[in-house]
């Protein structure tokens, strides 16, 4: 008499006959579960799959199929003319436990022992990150701007042409045919006159400035940076060991006659001659020929972070600071931040042709490589003429944009405020001219869903100054009154 397997584990088992899921994988499953919950034993025999089938009602290759998977993946065991077995152990049997991590290792002392290094990054006031999606946002572009069709569909044939050499582990200069791109487009929009050898592609702009900290400056050099700034990206310096000699700067940026005492002895100069960030100001002529000056008579060098020049509203713009260096003193740095979009996370430096074995060779050790497939798409996407257009496109939105912040700032603000000026970049400043606190205006208007970040939390030196910070690139022209009549209430509250 044939054996009964009508026990209440196979009669449990419920198939959903008009479901998606296979059958076999919903009895799978299910004696999967069973397992796992000790409601078959270990070392329990399966029932013979003819059986089982017509328990379940199902054809016996089902039942076969379930049974294989159950052996592949180590929920049975098979013995030869002795039939299907549940395993003494199973998978989750070779797992180890997981608990939770201790709060500190064991045996750890007090204060744990890091680098110098370390210790002066854990010292820093770093400003909080920006947020694209609130209002005034400053450096935020307009990510909905952008032509996704037309980069969906540069993407597509860049994917379809099979680019397998491309996933490999990449050249250390970054594609070629990126930097040849990038060389095209700073000698026609710029004026920088570089070859496409001397363009290095990276994995984002504070790679950028740890790698050219890395190779031009040793721990203890005094590096020049303007005041107030973006500590985030200068910290890349300090972990290097260098030392920051903040400047106070004006509203034409950076003056070289004030690079005396220690600042004199500096080795690095690093600044962003149009639209500063945070302060928003823009070196004339006569200040940038003067920088590059100073750097030669002192064999210094300087990183000009030109991160803004890409949009430029009003007269013709100045050249970079690399198009004007017959000296060799300019390590360009750039990025597609805001042409493009931050999370590319492509930054590019350009580097004198003297120095540039020196970089390869750190970059080599470093390898702040960005993504192959990355660069690709976005070397297609410039060759297309795509990227040109879109900057021509959005730039006449932003001028519009800067327009309508100015005028609702004079406008609701009246004269609390003295601005920069808005001919280029995607922000700009508003320093208070009566007391203020602008770091509690500021915590306020998050609350409103406007991100305008203090000024003040800027500052690197005494001279703190009082303000903030507007951006105009993530905010439509529908939503900026709106947001300044908040900012504009909040500001009057805190001056009574």
Same mark, same amino acid.
């Given at each position: 008499?044939?054996?009964?397997?009508?026990?209440?584990?196979?009669?449990?088992?419920?198939?959903?006959?008009?479901?998606?899921?296979?059958?076999?994988?919903?009895?799978?499953?299910?004696?999967?579960?069973?397992?796992?919950?000790?409601?078959?034993?270990?070392?329990?025999? !399966?029932?013979?799959?003819?059986?089982?089938?017509?328990?379940?009602?199902?054809?016996?290759?089902?039942?076969?199929?379930?049974?294989?998977?159950? +052996?592949?993946?180590?929920?049975?065991?098979?013995?030869?003319?002795?039939?299907?077995?549940?395993?003494?152990?199973?998978?989750?049997?070779?797992?180890?436990?997981?608990?939770?991590?201790?709060?500190?290792?064991?045996?750890?002392?007090?204060?744990?022992?890091?680098?110098?290094?370390?210790?002066?990054?854990?010292?820093?006031?770093?400003?909080?990150?920006?947020?694209?999606?609130?209002?005034?946002?400053?450096?935020?572009?307009?990510?909905?701007?952008?032509?996704?069709?037309?980069?969906?569909?540069?993407?597509?044939?860049?994917?379809?042409?099979?680019?397998?050499?491309?996933?490999?582990?990449?050249?250390?200069?970054?594609?070629?045919?990126?930097?040849?791109?990038?060389?095209?487009?700073?000698?026609?929009?710029?004026?920088?006159?570089?070859?496409?050898?001397? $363009?290095?592609? $990276?994995?984002?702009?504070?790679?950028?400035?740890? !790698?050219?900290?890395?190779? #031009?400056?040793?721990?203890?050099?005094?590096?020049?940076?303007?005041?107030?700034?973006?500590?985030?990206?200068?910290?890349?310096?300090?972990?290097?060991?260098? $030392?920051?000699?903040?400047?106070?700067?004006?509203?034409?940026? !950076?003056?070289?006659?004030?690079?005396?005492?220690?600042?004199?002895?500096?080795?690095?100069?690093?600044?962003?001659?149009?639209?500063?960030?945070?302060?928003?100001?823009?070196?004339?002529?006569?200040?940038?020929? &003067?920088?590059?000056?100073?750097?030669?008579?002192?064999?210094?060098?300087?990183?000009?972070?030109?991160?803004?020049?890409?949009?430029?509203?009003?007269?013709?713009?100045?050249?970079? !600071?690399?198009?004007?260096?017959?000296?060799?003193?300019?390590?360009?740095?750039?990025?597609?931040?805001?042409?493009?979009?931050?999370?590319?996370?492509?930054?590019?430096?350009?580097?004198?042709?003297?120095?540039?074995?020196?970089?390869?060779?750190?970059?080599?050790?470093?390898?702040?490589?960005?993504?192959?497939?990355?660069?690709?798409?976005?070397?297609?996407?410039?060759?297309?003429?795509?990227?040109?257009?879109?900057?021509?496109?959005?730039?006449?939105?932003?001028?519009?944009?800067?327009?309508?912040?100015?005028?609702?700032?004079?406008?609701?603000?009246?004269?609390?405020?003295? #601005?920069?000026?808005?001919?280029?970049? +995607?922000?700009? &400043?508003?320093?208070?001219?009566?007391?203020?606190?602008?770091?509690?205006? &500021?915590?306020?208007?998050?609350?409103?869903?406007?991100?305008?970040?203090?000024?003040?939390?800027?500052?690197?030196?005494?001279?703190?100054?009082?303000?903030?910070?507007?951006?105009?690139?993530?905010?439509?022209?529908?939503?900026?009154?709106?947001?300044?009549?908040?900012?504009?209430?909040?500001?009057?509250?805190?001056?009574?």
């Amino acid at each position: 008499m044939a054996q009964k397997f009508n026990y209440p584990t196979w009669s449990a088992i419920a198939l959903d006959r008009q479901g998606t899921a296979p059958l076999h994988t919903q009895v799978f499953e299910q004696i999967r579960q069973a397992i796992i919950a000790g409601q078959l034993a270990k070392g329990a025999r !399966l029932p013979p799959s003819r059986q089982l089938a017509q328990e379940l009602q199902v054809s016996r290759s089902t039942v076969l199929l379930v049974y294989e998977r159950l +052996l592949a993946e180590g929920y049975a065991t098979g013995r030869v003319g002795a039939g299907t077995y549940i395993a003494s152990v199973l998978p989750e049997d070779r797992q180890p436990r997981r608990e939770a991590p201790p709060a500190r290792p064991a045996g750890a002392e007090a204060t744990r022992q890091l680098s110098q290094r370390a210790r002066s990054l854990l010292g820093l006031r770093l400003p909080s990150e920006r947020n694209g999606a609130l209002a005034l946002s400053p450096t935020v572009p307009a990510l909905d701007q952008l032509p996704f069709d037309q980069f969906a569909k540069v993407a597509a044939q860049y994917w379809r042409a099979a680019p397998a050499a491309d996933l490999g582990y990449g050249g250390v200069l970054g594609l070629s045919e990126l930097r040849a791109q990038i060389a095209d487009y700073l000698g026609e929009a710029h004026g920088v006159a570089c070859r496409p050898e001397q $363009v290095m592609v $990276v994995s984002g702009t504070t790679q950028g400035f740890m !790698l050219a900290g890395h190779v #031009l400056t040793d721990a203890g050099d005094r590096v020049v940076v303007e005041d107030p700034n973006y500590l985030t990206r200068l910290a890349a310096l300090l972990g290097g060991g260098a $030392v920051l000699t903040p400047i106070p700067i004006d509203r034409e940026g !950076l003056d070289s006659r004030d690079l005396s005492g220690d600042a004199a002895q500096a080795r690095l100069v690093v600044v962003s001659p149009t639209n500063q960030f945070p302060f928003g100001s823009t070196m004339p002529l006569e200040r940038r020929l &003067s920088l590059l000056q100073w750097a030669q008579e002192r064999d210094a060098w300087i990183i000009e972070y030109d991160f803004n020049n890409a949009f430029h509203f009003s007269g013709r713009a100045l050249p970079p !600071l690399a198009a004007l260096d017959r000296g060799g003193r300019v390590i360009y740095v750039g990025n597609f931040n805001r042409s493009i979009s931050p999370a590319f996370s492509l930054a590019y430096l350009v580097v004198p042709p003297d120095v540039m074995d020196a970089f390869t060779r750190a970059n080599q050790v470093l390898a702040f490589h960005a993504s192959a497939p990355t660069q690709g798409i976005v070397a297609d996407f410039m060759k297309s003429g795509q990227l040109a257009a879109h900057i021509r496109r959005i730039g006449n939105r932003y001028r519009e944009r800067a327009a309508l912040v100015v005028h609702c700032l004079n406008t609701l603000c009246g004269d609390a405020f003295e #601005l920069s000026a808005t001919g280029a970049g +995607l922000h700009l &400043s508003a320093v208070a001219r009566h007391p203020l606190d602008d770091v509690a205006v &500021s915590q306020a208007l998050l609350g409103h869903g406007i991100d305008v970040p203090a000024l003040s939390g800027y500052c690197m030196t005494e001279r703190v100054r009082r303000g903030f910070v507007l951006g105009f690139g993530n905010t439509p022209a529908e939503r900026i009154a709106g947001a300044l009549e908040i900012f504009s209430t909040l500001v009057a509250q805190a001056r009574r």
